[in-house]
């Protein structure tokens, strides 16, 4: 019967994915409606109270609500539907077909994150039609404009219709995925998170016939200072999750080796020899070393107009990130050295970063920890920092502690976050099987309910 059980979870969780990809949901420009819509009626049919709310036409959000007794604060299910654009040429399957192919459903949004809306969705209906006495009311929003403007989304959100979505915790994207880390399954909850400035860097300088250079031009300037922002990297820092993740870390794994190296991360001056030693995937020290400073990636330029003309000025684009705890005018101060005078600095949007205090004995994370050593004995929960920003500061006002809770298995293909963005997107069948199961018995789990396979039956 249990296998019965997951397969019908299953097939529910990849339909669900493979529908939410064929829709479109670029942006830029947007356009969440079908997404939206086909949520809404889905869950409308199961019985659950829907609607579709919009600041702007087609920036369209979906909420809806599963009654608890009110013997505790809700839990809200939070994902977004919008992803970024794909260039179909360089993917295997087109990227809005929603595929299913070697054992992984491909698209644009499979792993961010349109899995995390397919496996909530799932979840919520399979609660609701087995009747599952719940103390926490269940909500679940998923949202229109995460990767460009949040204005359309979860901000109209938490101003306009704050009864939506206002909870006790949220769970998010951003965590759940296990890492394999000298030899065991750390699976993440992520409670921090970076979030970041819009920068430019622009270098100005004489512009004339490109046919009598000048010993410097607008162009050398601005290279040299992108350069030295690679080869620089910010100030090593450490926040209190990123400590708690790399203790626990050290506390788990056997060989006293990796041990050492884990606890040395915590070390500017052993940072660099501890990366040597863990045996960890390349992406995964990558991210490591990013969760211990403040970032300033360069990842657009532009200089001139026409091949034989010096132009007058070059700009950069940069991704800054900042850890939690650091203002704008830190950040620049920690920028503006490394890439020099030479380069002015001009900052846009900045978003504060966050890191809540979830400690061990906290209710969601043994819920979390519960629901892994459930369906993964072996697995080990630890505390995260996300290196990349969510949604979750712009509910934070309302007081709900949105953390990054999506599990996934160890994948055959890599890390899976590492295909977000990516061409050829994609997440395994078995991943959204397991999300599914993980996340229901982290909600009954919560809500003081038995495991899921005590009460689903195939449907």
């Given amino acids: 019967m249990e296998v019965l059980m997951e397969q019908a979870l299953r097939a529910e ?20 409606r079908p997404a939206a819509e086909y949520i809404a009626e889905h869950l409308t049919r199961e019985g659950i109270e829907a609607q579709v709310l919009e600041k702007s036409p087609r920036r369209s959000n979906v909420v809806a609500r599963l009654p608890g007794t009110g ?98 915790y949220a769970l998010n994207e951003s965590g759940g995925e296990a890492l394999l880390v000298g030899g065991k399954r750390f699976y993440t909850l992520q409670i921090a998170q970076k979030m970041g400035m819009h920068l430019n860097m622009v270098a100005l300088g004489p512009d004339g016939h490109s046919s009598i250079p000048y010993e410097r031009s607008a162009i050398s300037t601005l290279a040299e200072a992108v350069t030295r922002l690679k080869e620089q ?51 995964v020290k990558r991210m490591f070393w990013s969760m211990m400073r403040n970032i300033a990636e360069p990842t657009i330029l532009r200089a001139g107009y026409k091949r034989n003309v010096i132009p007058a000025s070059a700009e950069a684009e940069i991704s800054a990130r900042n850890l939690p705890g650091v203002g704008p005018s830190e950040l620049l101060g920690e920028i503006q050295p490394v890439v020099g005078d030479d380069v002015q600095l001009h ?19 043994q819920a979390a920890r519960y629901a892994i050593q459930r369906h993964d004995p072996e697995g080990i929960l630890v505390p995260y920092l996300s290196c990349g920003g969510t949604d979750a500061p712009f509910l934070a006002p309302l007081g709900v502690k949105t953390l990054g809770f999506t599990p996934m298995q160890p994948d055959p293909a890599g890390l899976v976050l590492q295909l977000a963005h990516s061409s050829n997107e994609r997440i395994s069948v078995d991943n959204l099987s397991f999300g599914t199961q993980v996340l229901l018995d982290t909600i009954l789990h919560l809500n003081g309910a038995s495991p899921y396979d005590s009460r689903i039956r195939a449907q």
Avoid at 15 to 28: A, E, G, M, Y
Avoid at 78 to 105: I, K, M, N, Q, T
Avoid at 347 to 365: C, K, S, V
């Fill in 13 to 32: 969780a990849v339909n669900h994915l493979r529908t939410l990809i064929r829709c479109d949901t670029s942006n830029p420009p947007g356009g969440e």
């Fill in 233 to 283: 990297p910010l100030p090593h820092r450490v926040t209190n999750t990123t400590r708690r993740f790399f203790q626990e870390m050290a506390a788990a794994v056997e060989d006293e080796r990796q041990a050492g190296a884990l606890l040395d991360m915590l070390d500017p001056a052993r940072q660099a020899g501890a990366l040597d030693i863990l045996d960890a995937a390349p992406f």
């Fill in 71 to 168: 013997e505790a604060a809700p839990l809200l299910l939070l994902s977004h539907l919008d992803v970024v654009p794909a260039r179909s040429e360089e993917w295997s399957h087109h990227p809005f077909s929603g595929d299913l192919a070697d054992g992984y459903v491909w698209g644009r949004g499979a792993v961010d994150m349109k899995n995390t809306t397919a496996i909530q969705m799932t979840a919520m209906s399979t609660l609701a039609r087995q009747r599952v006495p719940l103390k926490r009311d269940l909500l679940l929003a998923a949202t229109a404009g995460e990767e460009a403007d949040p204005e359309v989304g979860v901000i109209f959100l938490a101003d306009a219709h704050p009864e939506w979505v206002t909870a006790e």
């Fill in 347 to 365: 900052p846009g949007r900045f978003y504060d970063a966050l890191e809540f205090d979830i400690p061990d004995d906290d209710p969601l994370y």
